[in-house]
């Protein structure tokens, strides 16, 4: 399967501190976008990153990309209690992407 | 309202029903996509369409069927409802893939 696995599946911090989530994935890729998901909610895409970057910004995320450990990871810098949700990274096959099972972020204010 | 809209929010349907449930977009996006998101599985992709009558099968299509006649509907028909189909199911667009999706607000379905 093309799926990405992220990890870890929770991550529980305090408001202010930075949060880091990965995703591994299998096969060669393209893109690596991260999403987020409120909870009850669609997702809603954060960032993109091509196969030929190797970090990228926006806001407070940070997006790396390491093509030859064929994994990613997402960092949100000062988090605020608003960044509770589910993280999925999306690779993908074509005009698809495949999605991980997520990681759940929980901050306490 | 622009946007990409799923209909109905909540639905309970019996075993062995047929149900459809709707997306509409309002961009004219090319590809629209259906999910699924089940725990321990995340999101799976049930069928995509790249444009108006050009729909292709996901990971997941066995008991499902789509159609896409127009470029701004893309409708999800359970032809047999069956448990295992108790899920959320998302429906997508993007003009470009690579640029993105957008999601819709999801279907709650549950098959009793």
């Known amino acids: 399967s093309q799926q990405g696995e992220e990890d870890p599946q929770a991550l529980s911090i305090q408001e202010g501190e930075n949060a880091t989530m990965n995703c591994s994935y299998k096969t060669s890729i393209n893109n690596l976008q991260w999403y987020r998901q409120n909870s009850g909610r669609g997702l809603v895409h954060l960032i993109l990153i091509r196969s030929n970057e190797r970090e990228k910004h926006s806001g407070r995320l940070r997006v790396t990309l390491d093509t030859s450990k064929k994994s990613s990871s997402l960092l949100i810098t000062a988090s605020r209690a608003a960044d509770t949700a589910s993280y999925f990274c999306?690779?993908?096959?074509?005009?698809?992407?495949?999605f991980g099972t997520g990681t759940s972020l929980t901050v306490i204010p | 309202d622009a946007g990409i809209t799923q209909s109905p929010r909540y639905k309970i349907t019996e075993t062995g029903r047929q149900v459809t449930l709707m997306c509409h977009q309002t961009?004219?996006?090319?590809?629209m996509f259906w999910y699924r998101q089940d725990l321990g599985h995340g999101l799976r992709l049930i069928y995509y369409?790249?444009?108006?009558?050009?729909?292709d099968k996901g990971e997941v299509p066995d008991g499902y069927v789509v159609s896409r006649s127009k470029t701004e509907n893309f409708p999800l028909t359970l032809e047999s409802a069956t448990r295992s189909q108790t899920s959320v199911y998302f429906c997508?667009?993007?003009?470009?893939?690579?640029?993105?999706?957008?999601f819709g607000s999801g279907t709650r379905l549950t098959v009793v």
């Open positions: 369409s790249a444009a108006a009558d050009i729909t």
């Open positions: 997508a667009s993007s003009e470009d893939p690579g640029d993105g999706y957008t």
């Open positions: 961009w004219s996006h090319s590809y």
């Open positions: 999306a690779t993908d096959a074509g005009n698809q992407f495949y």
